[in-house]
């Protein structure tokens, strides 16, 4: 099973159910991060819940789904970090797909 090997740092305990929801979830923010916009953990948040197959992911749980993009078991891909324009401490983030597994 793909969705057992995906997520690091889980309790070996931890149920097949949740691992795969949680491998899911990684799909989901690719997905909704590929097209290369800016956004916030808040905003990826929503889009993964108006997919048609999204599901409620906390901002902390989309914050290590964000760092899973850039392990090489999920394609090695950029991600790209910024402070957003007219804010203090509110970051954004820019996903960069890895051209050989985007081709």
Known sequence: MRALAVIDGLDPLT?????????SGVDMVREVMAPGEWLTYFQIQIRVENLPTGKHFSEA?????????????HGAHIVNRRIRKGTANLYEYQLILDSVEAA
């Open 61 to 73: 749980c989309i914050s290590a789904r964000v760092r899973d993009q850039r392990k090489a078991k």
């Open 15 to 23: 149920s097949v159910a949740v691992v795969k929801r949680l491998a």
